[in-house]
């Protein structure tokens, strides 16, 4: 190849970086995530860092994204395979149990784990959104099963869907806290045996 030919020498694999980045985010938070830190981990300087991905909160802003498709992406895709809110919720809740307890990753959900003692107000509500966006779709779901009668009459979609997000959401402390797959997965089952049954 002459000269002329050659791009300019990628320096760090960007992919790499960006997963290495959401895992210290993960695992320590936004607050107590720095740049030296983010740095080691990426293994790249901090000019390279400023260079590819802009400053702190902007790397954070594309971790988020990037934790959605990747190591987050059940939860997509129990909304686009389920039919239903007890399917769709219920396969979220029991792939949770497993997904935030696999080992050689952080425990939890980067989402909610990143948004302890936060004190970047465009971080937290960042966040907030995806949490009320998650939210919003599983009232959604619960309106639309309790409109064809799947759900009974009474049944209050936002109450129902604030109770399934309380335990996804309680579900992923517990698992930092140590808790096993096989008690989260119990926990999901209970939780489910709790939603209202349709009668004939």
């Given at each position: 190849?002459?000269?002329?030919?050659r791009?300019?020498?990628?320096?760090?694999d960007?992919?790499?970086a960006?997963?290495?980045?959401?895992?210290?985010?993960?695992?320590?938070?936004y607050?107590?995530?720095?740049?030296?830190g983010?740095?080691?981990?990426?293994g790249?300087?901090a000019p390279?860092?400023y260079a590819?991905f802009?400053?702190k909160?902007?790397?954070?802003?594309e971790?988020?994204g990037?934790?959605?498709?990747?190591?987050?992406?059940?939860i997509?895709?129990a909304?686009?395979?389920?039919?239903?809110?007890?399917a769709?919720?219920?396969?979220?809740?029991?792939?949770?149990?497993?997904e935030f307890?696999?080992?050689?990753?952080?425990r939890?959900?980067l989402?909610l784990?990143?948004?302890?003692?936060?004190t970047?107000?465009?971080?937290?509500?960042a966040?907030?959104?995806v949490?009320d966006?998650n939210?919003a779709?599983?009232?959604?779901l619960?309106?639309?099963?309790v409109?064809?009668?799947?759900?009974?009459a009474?049944?209050?979609?936002?109450?129902?869907?604030?109770?399934?997000?309380?335990?996804?959401?309680?579900?992923?402390?517990?698992?930092?806290?140590?808790?096993?797959?096989?008690?989260?997965a119990a926990?999901?089952?209970?939780?489910?045996?709790?939603?209202?049954?349709?009668?004939?």
């Open positions: 190849m002459t000269t002329g030919q791009g300019r020498p990628r320096s760090f960007r992919a790499r960006l997963d290495q980045a959401t895992l210290t985010f993960w695992e320590h938070g607050e107590a995530t720095s740049v030296a983010l740095t080691r981990a990426m790249i300087g390279s860092l590819a802009g400053d909160k902007a790397l954070f802003d971790v988020v990037a934790y959605g498709q990747t190591y987050g992406v059940f997509r895709r909304f686009a395979e389920e039919s239903g809110a007890r769709t919720i219920g396969r979220i809740l029991r792939e949770a149990a497993t307890t696999l080992t050689g990753r952080p939890g959900c989402v784990s990143a948004a302890v003692n936060c970047s107000r465009e971080v937290e509500e966040l907030r959104e949490r966006g939210l779709e599983f009232e959604r619960i309106a639309a099963d409109a064809t009668g799947a759900l009974p009474g049944t209050d979609p936002r109450a129902l869907a604030r109770f399934s997000v309380a335990v996804f959401q309680g579900m992923s402390q517990q698992a930092r806290d140590g808790a096993p797959e096989e008690e989260l926990v999901a089952e209970l939780a489910m045996r709790g939603w209202p049954e349709q009668r004939d």
